[in-house]
Each structure stands twice: as C-alpha cells, then as structure tokens.
C-alpha cells in the first residue's frame, strides 16, 4: 500500500520554528518529485516548496523564501520542510505530495498525498 504521513505540525509563537517530516511506505521517495502545499482555513491550497527527482533542485513560493528549506533523507525514505522565522500567515494545514514534477510548486502530476498537519503560528 502506498502511503505517505505528514507529521511535525503542531503550536508554535511567531518567530518560531517548526520541522515537517513526511514519510514513505510502499515506495521510495527518491523516484519522486516532492511538494508541500498548505490550505489555509478560508483559502484554495497553494504550493509552498518541491524538490526534483531528477537533480535534487527546488523551489520555494515567494512567502516562505528565505525561511522555508526543503530536503531528503534517502535512507529514511523521507522528506523534511524545515520552516523557520514563523508568521501567523503560514497558519494552514501542510500536505506533502508525490509524482511527476509538471510545473513548479503545482499540483498536477502530483498522484500520491498524505492527509496532513496542521501547524497553527500564534502566540
């Protein structure tokens, strides 16, 4: 069965820092681009970070940039989003996807999801 889990998320006050794991069974993660897309309470999901199959290379919406970084643990078969320098705006629940990286930070050709993690920035 293939399946990824989000955990990580949780309560953190502005300023603070929060890592994100997202974890593979049943494939290997390496074969796959990987995303992570957040939905804020009111608002569509969006593409917050993904890293290729390929080369490894990323990419980072323009509100996390800076403080957001996205890597692999191979031998883990899992992925990280480390966020740092928190904003009551990364409010959302944070998803991982992983497939076919088509366009950057979007969602088609994304096959697999995890259910998510809520991370909740407020003090």
């Known amino acids: 069965q293939l399946q990824l889990v989000e955990s990580g998320g949780g309560l953190v006050q502005p300023g603070g820092s929060l890592r994100l794991s997202c974890a593979a069974s049943?494939?290997?993660?390496?074969?796959?681009?990987i995303g992570w897309f957040r939905q804020a309470p009111g608002k569509e999901r969006e593409g917050v970070s993904c890293?290729?199959?390929?080369?490894?290379?990323?990419s980072y919406a323009g509100s996390v940039k800076g403080r957001f970084t996205i890597s692999r643990d191979s031998a883990k078969n899992t992925v990280y989003l480390q966020m740092n320098s928190l904003k009551p705006e990364d409010t959302a629940v944070y998803y991982c996807a992983a497939g076919e990286l088509v366009t950057p930070l979007g969602e088609l050709g994304m096959d697999y999801w995890g259910k998510g993690t809520l991370v909740t920035v407020s003090s």
């Open positions: 049943g494939f290997t993660l390496d074969y796959f681009a």
């Open positions: 890293i290729s199959s390929s080369d490894g290379s990323t």
